[in-house]
C-alpha cells in the first residue's frame, strides 16, 4: 500500500514538472514571438577610446553573443548630432551616450525613448539613477586626492582639512568651473548634502574666497590634476576618481579622501525614433547586468550603478571605487537637473568671480 502511495505521488509530481516545463516552453515561445525581427546590427554611439575597448569587452561581446547581433561603435557624443537626427527623422544610432546636462535636456525636448523596465532590470539601482527615459550607465565622483608622502604628520580626510592651509600647507589645484566646488563650499560652510540644492550662490562664493588665494592651478582637463600630484607641481587637489585610479593601481603615492566626494552618473539613452530600440532595450539589459558592469569597472574604476556589482569586483580595486559601501556613505549626488536651468548664470558668475583680485 505504502509503495502505492509513492509511486501516485511520484506520478503526480511528474505530471506537475511536465505541466510546469510545457508552461516555461510556451511562455519563453510567446516572448519570442512578440520580439521584433533581429536585424544584422545595432549602432552604440559613446566616447571611444579606452572606454570604448571596455564597452566592448565588457557589453558588446556579450550582447553579440547572447543575441547574435552586431554592435557598430560610433563616436564622439553629440548632443547637436542626436538631436538633429531625431527631428529629421533620420536616427542612426540605437543607443547614444549623453552627458548629465544633455540628458536631462534631451528627456524635456522629448529626443529619447522610455526605458522599459521590464526589459532592463534596475530593481537595485539607487533612486538617483532610475530617470524614466535615462539609463545611468556608470558613476565617478569628484574627490580629493593628495600625495600621501607629503604630509607624515596625518592625513588630509576631507575638504574642511583643503581648506586648512595651515595643518596642510602646500599648493592646491580646483577645477575651473563651478561645478562641485560651488557644492563643495556650501558643505563646508554648514548646508545639510540633502539641503544644497538650490544652491545659494552668495553664500558659495563667499566661502571659496577663502581658498582662492591658496589655488595655484585652476585644472580645465581631466588628466591635468592627476599628472599635477604626480609631478608634485601641487600636494592636494580635485579630480575625478577615475583618473587617480590608474595611479592608485600602480602604487603612485597618491591617495583619495571620499568624504564630500560629488557623485555624478554616465548616461545612456535610446533616441526617439531608433530603429530597432527593442534590441536597444535588450542592449542596456546587458549593461545592468551586475557581472558586466564589474568587468568595466576592475578596468576603469568607473563601476555601474547595480548594488550588486560591487561584489564581483576585484577584493584589491574594490575599495578603489565611488560605489564601495564605505566610501559610497560618505559622498552626495550632484543634481543635474539644477545646473541644467542654472549653468549660465552659475558659470556667468564663476568667470566674473576667478578674474576678481
Known sequence: METQRQDACWRGLARLGVGALLALMVSSAAVRAQEPPK?????????????????????????????GIRVVETSPVDFGKLRAMVESGNVEWTVTEI???DAIRADRLGLVERIDDKVVDRSKFPPQARSPNVFAASVYSTVLAYRKDVFTGGHPQSWADFWDVKRFPGPRSLRNHPVDNLEIALLLDGVPPDKLYPLDLDRAFKKLDEIKPFVTVWWTTGAQPAQLLLDKEVVLASGWNGRFFDLLSKGAPIEIAWNGGALKQSSFVIPKGAKDAYWGQRFLAVMADPKREAIYGNALGYPGLNADSIQYM????????????????????????????????????????????
Open 99 to 101: 552627458g548629465g546636462q
Open 314 to 357: 576585484d577584493a584589491k580595486i574594490a575599495p578603489l571605487l565611488p560605489t564601495y559601501p564605505d566610501n559610497l556613505k560618505r559622498q552626495f549626488w550632484i543634481s543635474d537637473q539644477w545646473w541644467s536651468d542654472n549653468a549660465g548664470r552659475a558659470i556667468e558668475r564663476w568667470n566674473q568671480w576667478l578674474l576678481k583680485k
Open 39 to 67: 536585424p544584422d546590427h545595432i549602432v552604440v554611439n559613446d566616447s571611444g577610446g579606452a572606454m570604448g575597448t571596455w564597452m566592448r569587452k565588457a557589453y558588446f561581446e556579450a550582447f553579440e553573443k547572447m543575441y
